[in-house]
Structure formats: C-alpha cells, structure tokens
C-alpha cells in the first residue's frame, strides 16, 4: 500500500445548535485514511457524517477536535490550508449551482488559474481549452452559459475546473446522484479514465452502493457521525461484519451488478 496522502485523525465535530437548541454532534473521534492512488469510498445515510468529514478535510469546516494531515503534515494555519486546497479538489453534487449561471464556461474554469495566479493569462484559453477536451466536452462549449448544457455536461464541467490546478486528490461528493443512470455510467468512467490518466488519488460519496462498489479500492461505512465498518471493498461486500453495512447491503437489489 503506498503512504497516505490525506488523513483525518480522530475528527469531532459539534454543530452550535439554532436558536439556542442544543449542540449537534456530527462527527465522533472519525479517523480516515487515503493512500495515493486509491478510491476510498464514503457510504452512509443522509447524516450520517460523510459530507461534513469531507468538508473538514478540504477546511471547509473546522473540526472541533482532532486534526487533517495532507503528505504525512498536519495542515493547520491559512497558508498550509491555501496550499492544500491547490493539490485538494471539491467536486460538488449539484452540477448547476457549483457554477455561476452568468458565468461562460471558459471563464468559470479559468478562475481557479487567476485566483491562485498560475500562467499567464494569454495562455489561460488554451489551458481551458485542454482541460474541456480531457473531459470530453468540444472547447466551443468555453462560450456558453450552464443553462445552455445538459446535467451530464455541467458535472463535466465541474471536473474540469476542478483539474484545472492539477490536484492529487478529488472528493467527490454524491456527483452522479442527480443524473440519469445512463449519464451515470458515462461520468463514472471518465472519472476512472481521469484517475488512470493522471494519478489521482479519490474519496467518493455515495448512497449508492453499486456505484460505490464499482468505483472504491477501500470502503468507509458511516453510521451517526461514527466509522462503524471499513475495509477493502470485496470484504465489505462480500463479507460485512456490522449488522448496519449488512442493512443496506440487503436493501440494493442486484447489489453486485455495475451501474448501467
């Protein structure tokens, strides 16, 4: 197994509750661990912790206790953030409000170029350019607005701009749920075809279960903010030990059939 590339250590995270209700415990002691290269797959059910874990580990949220370590390094003042967040990439589930709809295409993937002022920007079109066509799209397509593409493409979009700095690391929150199952399956294998490609390491969301059996190497299974199982994905399948993965593995009709 190669070394870890992110690490969550003993992660809590306690929510203020609204209007003066009480505290909400969204994370309890959660430890995870990405080795580059792999799928670490995140499955649970709605509050079950998985997003809020992986929004600590890109410092969207602060965690209450415990740390994150990106290459072995704890990761805590602005700048190791700042810096993190060049080789760590969100991509997000609703592929039409991650992008601003006034925004051109070429002009919302060129963002992240000028926000962290890499290249110039006389070559920042054709850097577009480039990335449009990794992820299959027609570089014309840098002149058109999100409401002029279908939901397919705006996830590829998103990909696209989320490559744009060159990541090691992608998390992907739940991108396919809001597609059709066709356009499932054509986003998931270019997300394997991209992993291939240039060597990224992924932490996948899923409340599908066939989809988070095709894409993971490993599978982390969330339960109350806890790590109630974990382990590779033919063990967690094929073998799960905790009642609650046992739950949801007899609920998915054709459970070892790939998404369409």
């Known amino acids: 197994m190669n070394a870890p590339i992110l690490h969550a250590v003993a992660i809590e995270k306690v929510f203020a509750g609204r209007r003066g209700g009480a505290a909400v415990q969204a994370l309890k002691g959660v430890?995870?661990?990405?080795?580059?290269?792999?799928?670490?797959?995140l499955v649970g059910e709605s509050?079950?912790?998985?997003?809020?874990?992986?929004?600590?580990?890109?410092?969207?949220?602060?965690?209450?206790?415990?740390e994150v370590r990106f290459r072995g390094r704890p990761v805590r003042s602005r700048a190791e953030w700042r810096a993190v967040?060049?080789?760590?990439?969100?991509?997000?589930?609703?592929?039409?409000?991650?992008?601003?709809?006034?925004m051109p295409?070429?002009?919302?993937?060129?963002?992240?170029?000028?926000?962290?002022?890499?290249?110039?920007?006389?070559?920042?079109?054709?850097?577009?350019?480039r990335?449009?066509?990794?992820?299959?799209?027609?570089?014309?397509?840098?002149?058109?607005?999100?409401?002029?593409?279908?939901?397919?493409?705006?996830?590829r979009v998103n990909l696209a701009r989320a490559l744009m700095l060159e990541p090691k690391v992608l998390i992907c929150d739940e991108i396919v749920s809001g597609l059709d199952v066709s356009v499932q399956a054509q986003v998931l294998?270019?997300?394997?075809?991209?992993?291939?490609?240039?060597?990224?390491?992924?932490?996948?969301?899923?409340?599908?279960?066939?989809?988070?059996?095709?894409?993971?190497?490993r599978?982390?299974?969330?339960?109350l903010g806890e790590t109630v199982e974990e382990g590779s994905a033919a063990e967690v399948f094929d073998a799960p030990r905790h009642s609650y993965t046992r739950a949801l593995l007899a609920a998915i009709p054709d459970r070892n059939r790939a998404p369409a």
């Open 189 to 217: 294998a270019l997300l394997v075809e991209l992993q291939r490609k240039l060597g990224l390491s992924l932490i996948f969301i899923s409340h599908d279960l066939r989809v988070i059996r095709y894409m993971s190497d």
């Open 131 to 155: 990335m449009l066509g990794l992820v299959g799209l027609d570089p014309g397509m840098a002149r058109r607005l999100p409401s002029q593409l279908s939901g397919g493409q705006r996830q």
């Open 105 to 129: 295409i070429g002009a919302a993937l060129a963002e992240p170029l000028a926000i962290h002022r890499l290249c110039p920007p006389a070559e920042r079109p054709g850097q577009v350019e």
């Open 85 to 102: 967040r060049r080789e760590v990439q969100y991509v997000f589930q609703d592929p039409f409000t991650a992008l601003c709809p006034t």
């Open 31 to 41: 430890s995870a661990v990405l080795h580059a290269g792999e799928t670490l797959g």
């Open 219 to 223: 599978v982390q299974v969330m339960l």
């Open 47 to 66: 509050g079950s912790g998985k997003t809020t874990l992986a929004r600590i580990l890109i410092g969207i949220e602060q965690p209450t206790a415990g």
